[in-house]
């Protein structure tokens, strides 16, 4: 990634969180919409509780052996890398990365439950708090004198919002314990999966070439192509779009797509270990996106963006609107899992093309230009521009006659920031009533060629290749902007 990247990758994300911002706060206050919740994973490490809480008993951390929780979700075993370790893995996804904080604090929490209030000192009917078919079960096991085991239940919620029923096993003795300590042994296992599809590279002052990054579409007809060239080949960015048409990309627009698989986080993880029938219940079996990344150490990661999430008004009912996709990645190990991703972190599936590059036409830079050749219907205006370095030019002719160098300045701009707004490829038979061949200093030349498509409509073609779409009258204007330059008037902005 070049310098002018960085820097404006620098300033994009500043924007970026201005506008993240703004949303966010547009999204709290919309009375209409929420994300789905049916099963909150936020995977937040405050577990603070809000209200003075009493330990039924307190265990040194370290002497939690194993946790062993069942629940309606199946069987979960936390599992100690090794006697008084901190580092605790979950059986039943150990071919999952995990993500740590969670299952560490699952077993901190196993040291010294604590609850709120005792509801019952001997409760003769269990029932009554959902305790006799609990919704969890989870037994600890500690490493003290006595090897003692404990097993407690988790019953229905209480009346007070956020705390549930809890007894130890054998007893009659039910307390309410806060959500933020039991949901551990609430969720399923997948609630302790790492949320990070692929990291970010180790360097990230140095990012991996892209050797091609591939995205297809059902809802397009051709794929889109994107690959790393060098500073040297491009004045914006070291990303071009190269398929199906070959442009420089517009840095703000375009980093997300180029780079944005690296750090790439899901809201949940879904599914571990999905078979057939769950990539077809995600949209995974035929999914409406697929990325595929290869970079120039020869690693291949590709995503599948399957069915949308959208969300949900205030009875629960769907809205129209997406809030995410489900996607899956392959190429990184550990992560054989259907997640759920935030719709603002899955570009591909919703981008166009025409928003990703650039509006330059062509990525000379004006001092490295030696010369224009302009053919005009009938008339031919050839360009010549002196003089060297970061300064030039600072001379330039017209058919040998000399134009003021500040005005060619604003001439060369309207020339190569031509509004590329519409995409074109397709094969046309080329007659051109307009062409401009603009030849550097390095005897590089770069050959736009305008086609009549409609009476209102221009086809571009760049280097014999179809390009773009225009307006009619932006051609017209260049007409009227060749008279302006040698006349000296002013040269016309296009709106």
């Not at 999966?193 to 397009?220: F, H, Y």
């Not at 627009?253 to 990539?279: C, R």
């Not at 010549?384 to 001379?395: F, I, R, V």
Request: with cysteine; proline share 4%.
């Amino acid at each position: 990634m070049n310098s002018k990247l960085k820097s404006l990758i620098v300033c994009g994300v500043f924007v970026l969180c201005l506008a993240v911002v703004a949303v966010v706060l547009l999204a709290q206050a919309k009375d209409d919409e929420k994300k789905p919740s049916d099963n909150d994973s936020s995977q937040g490490t405050n577990d603070v509780l809000t209200q003075k809480e009493t330990p039924l008993f307190n265990y040194d951390k370290t002497q939690v052996k194993s946790i062993i929780v069942e629940n309606e979700f199946g069987k979960l075993s936390f599992i100690q890398n090794k006697t008084g370790g901190d580092k605790w893995t979950i059986e039943e996804i150990k071919d999952i990365e995990q993500n740590s904080t969670l299952t560490t604090a699952a077993a901190n929490i196993a040291a010294s439950v604590s609850y709120l209030d005792v509801v019952e000192e001997n409760a003769s009917d269990l029932s009554k708090y959902g305790l006799t078919e609990p919704k969890s079960t989870f037994t600890v096991s500690y490493a003290d004198v006595d090897q003692t085991v404990k097993t407690f239940l988790i019953g229905n919620e209480s009346p007070k919002d956020g705390y549930f029923y809890l007894c130890e096993k054998g007893q009659t003795k039910v307390y309410t314990a806060n959500e933020k300590g039991l949901r551990y042994y609430m969720n399923k296992p997948e609630y302790f999966a790492d949320l990070t599809l692929l990291e970010n590279p180790d360097n990230t002052d140095n990012w991996p070439s892209i050797t091609d990054l591939t995205v297809k579409r059902t809802d397009l007809d051709y794929v889109v192509k994107f690959k790393t060239v060098g500073e040297e080949s491009s004045i914006v960015s070291s990303e071009i779009m190269y398929e199906p048409i070959t442009m420089p990309l517009n840095v703000t627009n375009s980093v997300n797509l180029t780079h944005g698989l690296w750090g790439l986080k899901a809201e949940q993880a879904i599914v571990a270990y999905p078979d057939e029938k769950d990539f077809a219940e995600y949209g995974l079996d035929k999914p409406t996106t697929v990325v595929t990344l290869e970079i120039g150490t020869g690693e291949s990661y590709t995503l599948s963006i399957g069915k949308p999430i959208y969300y949900l008004d205030e009875s629960g009912n769907q809205t129209s609107n997406v809030a995410g996709y489900y996607a899956y990645i392959e190429g990184v190990e550990k992560t054989d899992v259907i997640f759920s991703v935030p719709v603002d972190s899955l570009p591909w599936a919703t981008f166009k093309p025409e928003d990703a590059i650039s509006t330059l036409m062509t990525s000379n830079y004006i001092y490295d230009v030696d010369s224009i050749l302009i053919k005009d219907k009938n008339e031919t205006y050839e360009i010549d521009l002196m003089g060297e370095g970061e300064n030039a030019p600072s001379e330039v002719t017209v058919n040998g006659e000399k134009v003021d160098v500040d005005l060619f300045r604003t001439f060369y701009q309207y020339v190569i920031t031509c509004p590329t707004n519409q995409i074109y490829w397709k094969e046309t038979v080329k007659d051109p009533y307009i062409t401009v061949e603009i030849n550097t200093k390095d005897g590089k030349t770069d050959k736009l060629e305008f086609v009549k498509d409609t009476e209102r409509r221009t086809i571009v073609f760049l280097n014999d290749r179809p390009q773009f779409l225009i307006a009619r009258t932006w051609t017209d204007l260049l007409s009227e902007n060749i008279t302006n330059l040698i006349n000296g008037d002013e040269i016309k902005s296009h709106v």
